[in-house]
């Protein structure tokens, strides 16, 4: 089902929200209002209506409501002057006036043909201990791999992309893939006021649940290692396997040298003063941080992630609080066997806090690529050894890549 009105078209069943057929960016809970509006257009919803629609019930201040419903209006060019689309009724709530059309989103009944039906993805939510709600997906079929959530992601967009859909595609030839947003990001709630370390590792918890899930392989990225490591600290009897890849045990902030306190400021003013921006000289070079040797269209893709996973409020949020991480007190209990791998020359995480998870992990393997790029790439020398590894290392055999 597809709601059209002027050049816009929002389509529930993934979630987007498309002008002139190219995608907006728009936050999650802006999207579940704007969609309630829509299926309740022939009627006057009250903000109580909204509350429990939107925010399940919780307690809201009018000041949220009103923020929410602007900002609803501005992804669909509306404002409160000319209110064109969304009306505010006095004392009586809110409508979604205008001629709205419905229609069936492409495909939408059409089975899966099997080349589409291997890349298929089923994404659901679940609420996390403090409320907060977290997409995940699941794909692939074979051993349960949890992929922690990290810095930064997008369900859908993911899915896409030339940066990050060959791994997934990869990972889920051999493996049942889960893997989710992280609050303040991609289709999970961006309107979070908690990123302290532990509500990240409750976050993991709550789609280890939803996905109905009792062993499991681990696999933590970038920060989501600090994520993972807390995990298979917590629930030893859960994970069978941890793979920490271009990690790090502390944060720049934590481990304080110069240099990092250097790079981590370096890297919250180019947040600031380019997060999403085409042609943004500040955002092309943060994206070149992550994968030096990626193509133009990789490049791209990771600057198009950023239009569309979150706010340059969060993103500079997200990574002040990432680079606070601090897992030292735990890296010597970890029980799992674990696997931790590192780029030679990655100009994100140094080489020497992958050596340092791996010489303070008891039992730890660890394996050297060579590259640059914090993001391995299917045009990499590094990419079979990658996966070769991680299939000898979970299932107990490799497989061609």
């Not at 993805?121 to 709600?133: E, K």
């Not at 079979?384 to 979970?394: A, G, K, Q």
Request: proline share 5%; hydrophobic share 40%.
């Amino acid at each position: 089902m597809r709601y059209l009105f002027g050049d816009y078209a929002l389509v529930p069943e993934t979630r987007e929200l498309l002008a002139a057929g190219q995608a907006c960016p728009i936050e999650p809970q802006v999207f579940d209002l704007l969609a309630f509006l829509l299926r309740e257009r022939d009627r006057v919803v009250s903000r109580d209506d909204l509350i429990r629609a939107v925010w399940n019930g919780r307690i809201v201040s009018d000041s949220a409501v009103s923020a929410r419903i602007s900002a609803a209006r501005t992804a669909i060019g509306d404002d409160g002057a000319r209110q064109r689309w969304i009306r505010t009724m006095p004392r009586r709530g809110f409508r979604f006036v205008g001629t709205v059309a419905e229609a069936d989103a492409p495909g939408a009944a059409r089975p899966l043909p099997p080349a589409a039906a291997e890349n298929h993805q089923r994404v659901a939510f679940c609420r996390s201990a403090d409320g907060t709600r977290i997409a995940y997906a699941t794909g692939g079929t074979g051993y349960p791999l949890v992929k922690a959530g990290h810095w930064l992601t997008h369900l859908e967009h993911d899915r896409r992309s030339p940066l990050w859909r060959p791994l997934l595609e990869r990972l889920e030839r051999r493996f049942r893939l889960i893997r989710y947003d992280q609050r303040g990001n991609g289709l999970s709630d961006w309107e979070v006021a908690d990123f302290r370390l532990e509500r990240f590792v409750e976050d993991l918890e709550a789609v280890v649940e939803a996905a109905e899930l009792d062993r499991f392989a681990l696999y933590g990225t970038s920060q989501g290692a600090p994520i993972a490591i807390a995990y298979a600290h917590r629930h030893p009897g859960r994970v069978s396997h941890l793979i920490l890849h271009g990690g790090y045990e502390k944060g720049r902030l934590v481990r304080a040298s110069e240099r990092e306190r250097a790079e981590g400021d370096a890297i919250l003013t180019l947040l600031r003063h380019g997060w999403g921006r085409r042609g943004s000289p500040f955002i092309d070079a943060f994206a070149t941080m992550f994968v030096p040797d990626g193509s133009r269209e990789q490049i791209d893709s990771l600057v198009e992630l950023q239009r569309q996973t979150t706010s340059p409020e969060n993103a500079a949020t997200l990574r002040a609080a990432i680079d606070r991480f601090d897992v030292s007190d735990l890296v010597e209990r970890i029980e799992a066997p674990t696997l931790v791998i590192h780029s030679r020359d990655d100009g994100v995480q140094p080489l020497d806090q992958g050596r340092q998870l791996a010489a303070r992990i008891p039992g730890a393997e660890f394996l050297l690529l060579e590259g640059r790029n914090h993001v391995v790439l299917p045009q990499e020398k590094a990419w079979p050894v990658l996966f070769e590894t991680i299939d000898r290392f979970v299932l107990g055999e490799p497989a061609t890549a």
